[in-house]
């Protein structure tokens, strides 16, 4: 190739993109909401439950769309369980609140509305970010959580 | 870092003979700043004079002898006792005796070999100096003059494109590539990213410049990595087909050739670090070393050339009208 005194910019040659491609859907959707918290049960037992509605078209999920009802003790769980089985570093999740939990409050403790509405929104930062992981993607406990319809905590974990 | 050559009775200065013509070159000092030195290549030679200013013209100056060094030498942070001097010339002056007026030496150092570049690091140091000595039986008078050395290359024979297709199974394939694996200083990066398969959600898309300075050996081997430049190539979400430009200028960069195993005691190796960064701030990246070299200043070729080449970049676009080459433009002096 000849010397030459001013460099050569132009554009690598590349292939055209094919329209269905371009202007079809993207191959990366997921998105997953959490929403309608109910209370369930009564007095000492009660405990709060959230609707996860996971819409997604990646292939390494079982249903295009389902729907669960979930507590936020099984986030912990799914938390704990990709911390051990995945090298994922997991975000953490919304506070434990302690504190509310505690009788003599001047409020609802763990059923106020705003500090349900609050756990909400965390929860489903969580959930968004780590389903998205392409490590966590692998993972049963992941796939359990979100689309079967009760978790089997007596499970073998295993990658997909 | 050169001693003010101040004994307490005469001034030493080290003149070159072709200081008027010598080119100078910027140089970063280990403090950060720049200053300019002359430069030099290997082969050539450095000659001049020293000189010696008696501050008191009555006043004799005792000696043990006169000389002149010509150093390379290389300093590594850590261990500054040790210099590894790789190139050492020495030339006497004067043999012991008495100065009694202010008087200049020449000296001439002929085709010296100067084989690696100058460098100054993160945690090595290599550098060429001139060192002019008056010795005294209690303290000599030193006095040193640092200069510059680059290392040129011509355009290697062999210079082919990186091509590679890369990612995460089922989640996130491209195909990278770039035009070519050795790069001179002045040049640029050309190449593509093709996506073949995107399943995560991508933010942006950047291309970072990281500089690998390694030095020890054995078991002692010491990594410093410095990224020189991040430069972002792409905005937003692509989708599977799309391909991405990368034009990347390194003249606007502070680099230095690719220095491999220089006297066995250091590198400096370049990479091209693509990165990209999804919705959640993941990572996903992809590590090439890059070749740098130093390409030699040309003399301009005609003008008419230069336009011709200028003009080749526009075929295939929509035309422009005619392309006028400088010489057709009126006032045109140079040729």
Same mark, same amino acid.
Not at chain 2, 21 to 38: I, L, P, W
Not at chain 2, 251 to 262: F, H, K, N, S, V
């Given at each position: 190739?000849?010397?030459?005194? $001013?460099?050569?910019?132009?554009?690598?040659?590349?292939?055209?993109?094919?329209?269905?491609?371009?202007?079809?859907?993207?191959?990366?959707?997921?998105?997953?909401?959490?929403?309608?918290?109910?209370?369930?049960? $009564?007095?000492?037992? *009660?405990?709060?439950?959230?609707?996860? *509605?996971?819409?997604?078209?990646?292939?390494?999920?079982?249903?295009? =769309?389902?729907?669960?009802? *979930? *507590?936020? &003790?099984?986030?912990?769980?799914?938390?704990?369980?990709?911390?051990? =089985?995945?090298?994922?570093?997991? %975000? %953490?999740? %919304?506070?434990?609140?302690?504190?509310?939990?505690?009788?003599?409050?001047?409020?609802?403790?763990?059923?106020?509305?705003?500090?349900?509405?609050?756990?909400?929104?965390?929860?489903?930062?969580?959930?968004?970010?780590?389903?998205?992981?392409?490590?966590?993607?692998?993972?049963?406990?992941?796939?359990?959580?979100?689309?079967?319809?009760?978790?089997?905590? &007596?499970?073998?974990? &295993?990658?997909? | 870092?050169?001693?003010?050559?101040?004994?307490?009775?005469?001034?030493?200065?080290?003149?070159?003979?072709?200081?008027?013509?010598?080119?100078?070159?910027?140089?970063?000092?280990?403090? /950060?700043?720049?200053?300019?030195?002359?430069?030099?290549? !290997?082969?050539?030679?450095?000659?001049?004079?020293?000189?010696?200013?008696?501050?008191?013209?009555?006043?004799?100056?005792?000696?043990? /002898?006169?000389?002149?060094?010509?150093?390379?030498?290389?300093?590594?942070?850590?261990?500054?006792?040790? +210099? +590894?001097?790789?190139?050492?010339?020495?030339?006497?002056?004067?043999?012991?005796?008495?100065?009694?007026?202010?008087?200049?030496?020449?000296?001439?150092?002929?085709?010296?070999?100067?084989?690696?570049?100058?460098?100054?690091?993160?945690?090595?140091?290599?550098?060429?100096?001139?060192?002019?000595?008056?010795?005294?039986?209690?303290?000599?008078?030193?006095?040193?003059?640092?200069?510059?050395?680059?290392?040129?290359?011509?355009?290697?024979?062999?210079?082919?494109?990186?091509?590679? @297709?890369?990612?995460?199974?089922?989640?996130?394939?491209?195909?990278?590539?770039?035009?070519?694996?050795?790069?001179?200083?002045? !040049?640029?990066?050309?190449?593509?990213?093709?996506?073949?398969?995107?399943?995560?959600?991508?933010?942006?898309?950047?291309?970072?410049?990281?500089?690998?300075?390694?030095?020890?050996?054995?078991?002692?081997?010491?990594?410093?990595?410095?990224?020189?430049?991040?430069?972002?190539?792409? !905005? /937003?979400?692509?989708?599977?087909?799309?391909?991405?430009?990368?034009?990347?200028?390194?003249?606007?960069? @502070?680099?230095?050739?690719?220095?491999?195993?220089?006297?066995?005691?250091?590198?400096?190796?370049?990479?091209?670090?693509?990165?990209?960064?999804?919705?959640?701030?993941?990572?996903?990246?992809?590590?090439?070393?890059?070749?740098?070299?130093?390409?030699?200043?040309?003399?301009?070729?005609?003008?008419?050339?230069?336009?011709?080449?200028?003009?080749?970049?526009?075929?295939?676009?929509?035309?422009?009208?005619?392309?006028?080459?400088?010489?057709?433009?009126?006032?045109?002096?140079?040729?």
């Amino acid at each position: 190739m000849r010397a030459s005194p $001013v460099s050569d910019t132009r554009r690598l040659i590349t292939k055209p993109q094919n329209l269905n491609d371009a202007y079809g859907p993207p191959s990366n959707f997921l998105e997953i909401d959490v929403s309608n918290p109910q209370t369930v049960g $009564v007095g000492r037992g *009660r405990f709060t439950t959230y609707e996860i *509605r996971v819409k997604t078209n990646l292939p390494i999920f079982k249903l295009k =769309e389902s729907t669960v009802r *979930r *507590r936020y &003790s099984d986030f912990e769980w799914l938390r704990s369980e990709l911390e051990r =089985e995945s090298k994922v570093v997991v %975000p %953490p999740l %919304p506070g434990k609140a302690f504190l509310r939990q505690l009788p003599f409050r001047g409020d609802d403790g763990i059923f106020d509305d705003s500090f349900i509405e609050e756990r909400k929104q965390g929860l489903e930062q969580f959930i968004n970010k780590v389903a998205g992981h392409p490590l966590a993607q692998n993972e049963r406990c992941l796939h359990m959580f979100l689309q079967d319809e009760i978790i089997d905590k &007596s499970y073998t974990p &295993s990658k997909i | 870092m050169s001693f003010f050559g101040f004994g307490q009775s005469v001034e030493v200065e080290i003149l070159l003979s072709d200081a008027e013509s010598r080119k100078r070159a910027e140089h970063k000092t280990e403090d /950060g700043k720049k200053e300019k030195y002359f430069l030099f290549y !290997d082969g050539e030679t450095v000659s001049g004079k020293v000189s010696l200013v008696l501050k008191n013209p009555n006043k004799r100056l005792e000696h043990q /002898g006169i000389k002149i060094e010509f150093i390379g030498q290389i300093e590594l942070y850590y261990d500054r006792g040790n +210099h +590894h001097e790789f190139v050492s010339l020495v030339k006497d002056l004067a043999r012991p005796g008495e100065i009694t007026q202010s008087q200049a030496f020449d000296f001439e150092f002929t085709h010296v070999e100067k084989p690696y570049e100058s460098y100054t690091g993160q945690n090595v140091k290599l550098r060429y100096f001139l060192r002019a000595t008056i010795s005294r039986r209690l303290n000599d008078v030193v006095k040193e003059m640092d200069i510059v050395v680059h290392t040129l290359s011509t355009y290697p024979e062999l210079n082919s494109s990186i091509k590679m @297709e890369v990612g995460i199974e089922d989640c996130l394939h491209i195909e990278f590539e770039y035009n070519k694996s050795k790069y001179h200083l002045k !040049d640029v990066i050309v190449g593509k990213i093709y996506f073949l398969l995107v399943r995560i959600k991508i933010k942006h898309m950047e291309i970072d410049i990281i500089k690998r300075e390694t030095t020890g050996t054995g078991p002692n081997v010491y990594h410093e990595n410095d990224t020189i430049a991040k430069y972002e190539i792409m !905005d /937003g979400a692509p989708v599977r087909g799309e391909s991405i430009p990368i034009r990347l200028f390194l003249a606007g960069y @502070e680099l230095t050739p690719t220095m491999r195993d220089i006297n066995k005691k250091f590198s400096v190796r370049y990479y091209l670090n693509l990165v990209l960064i999804d919705e959640e701030e993941r990572r996903y990246f992809k590590q090439q070393e890059v070749v740098l070299w130093r390409k030699g200043d040309i003399v301009r070729k005609s003008m008419s050339h230069q336009a011709a080449i200028a003009s080749q970049r526009f075929e295939g676009t929509a035309s422009l009208g005619e392309v006028r080459t400088p010489s057709q433009l009126p006032n045109n002096s140079r040729q």
